[in-house]
């Protein structure tokens, strides 16, 4: 594990370079949720290209609720898994018409009890969506996190533990996307590009 001075560095120093925000565009914490669903496995720019005209006339679950699931499948066919997410966020959106008043819960257990919402998903709409300390971790976080030296852990569940007892609470939610905005555009999964990054120097795999 790294010295806390170390991920203090690390932090800073991608504090420089990214955004501590998610690249989806949403007008809402429904939007969001939608929004993050989609993105499992396709780009931001992508979503964003979809959710563009579908959140004009379909931005909340009552509205969501008129297409069916061929309709929503039509609208985001481009999308990677598109028949499972139109499924999900159809279900999604009846749950929280049902069982929440139409609204996005705020709380973890009531926000993994929705189709379609792992724990990546639930950690990124209390970061962004309520501004609560939460730490997802998806593939890039995973990867560069264990790259770095942050984290040893073999399942993205214990990866999200260490990352939380290394990295000050209050840093969590912008960890978070500072480490996704890395592994985007620095530290590919493939073939990282170590000369150009900002941390190799605290970076196991980098030295
Ligand atoms: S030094 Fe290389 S492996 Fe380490 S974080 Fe930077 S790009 Fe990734």
Not at 174 to 196: D, E, Q, T, W
Request: proline letters at 3%.
């Amino acid at each position: 594990m790294k010295k806390l001075t170390e991920v203090e560095k690390i932090i800073e120093r991608l504090k420089g370079e990214y955004p501590d925000k998610p690249a989806l565009t949403y007008n809402t914490t429904y939007q969001l949720l939608v929004a993050v669903i989609l993105s499992a496995q396709c780009t931001d720019e992508r979503v964003n290209m979809v959710t563009k005209d579908l959140f004009v006339d379909y931005g909340t679950p009552e509205k969501m609720l008129t297409l069916t699931n061929l309709e929503l499948e039509k609208k985001i066919f481009s999308i990677g898994l598109y028949k499972n997410k139109a499924n999900n966020i159809l279900k999604m959106s009846k749950t929280l018409v049902e069982r929440f008043n139409g609204e996005v819960p705020c709380e973890f257990e009531d926000l993994i009890s929705l189709d379609g919402v792992g724990r990546k998903t639930a950690n990124v709409v209390l970061s962004v969506g309520f501004n609560k300390p939460a730490l997802a971790v998806d593939t890039h976080v995973f990867r560069v996190s264990r790259r770095i030296g942050l984290s040893s852990g073999k399942t993205p569940d214990k990866v999200e533990e260490e990352l939380k007892n290394s990295i000050k609470k209050e840093d969590w939610s912008k960890s978070h996307h500072f480490l996704i905005y890395h592994g985007r555009r620095v530290c590919f999964a493939r073939k990282p590009n170590c000369s150009m990054c900002v941390i190799k120097e605290f970076c196991d795999y980098g030295k």
